[in-house]
């Protein structure tokens, strides 16, 4: 069973202040699913978009705006968050230190559709 320790996965900006760090991946061996942590920085945004299967995430530190189908909704540390297959979404922080949050999803090498 693979450990990947943090400090040994390359980081890669995604969006402008926007980090990602995913080691659960297809190239590192997975088949079904993928794990990752994004750090959004104050002010900064992963805009609107969908993936062909569910998102699941939970809110390790910071507050901000989840954009959803229905509108913006605030988040905090302690939300868990759960976007279904093709459901637009999007996280803007609007607080004073990062957003850190993980995130999953029950397939590997999965798109990010970009929408309004």
């Not at 991946?25 to 750090?39: C, F, M, P, R, W």
């Not at 920085?41 to 989840?66: R, Y």
Request: hydrophobic residues 35%.
């Amino acid at each position: 069973m693979p450990v990947f320790r943090e400090k040994d996965i390359k980081a890669r900006e995604i969006f402008p202040g926007v980090m990602l760090t995913q080691a659960v991946e297809y190239d590192n061996g997975s088949q079904a699913v993928t794990l990752g942590k994004i750090t959004i920085q104050p002010g900064c945004e992963i805009p609107p978009h969908t993936h062909p299967v569910d998102d699941c995430m939970i809110i390790l530190q910071g507050s901000g705006q989840l954009y959803t189908e229905e509108g913006s909704v605030p988040i905090e540390a302690g939300c868990h968050l759960w976007a279904p297959a093709n459901t637009r979404h999007g996280v803007k922080n609007t607080g004073h230190e990062p957003i850190i949050f993980t995130y999953t999803w029950p397939a590997v090498n999965v798109a990010r559709i970009m929408v309004k």
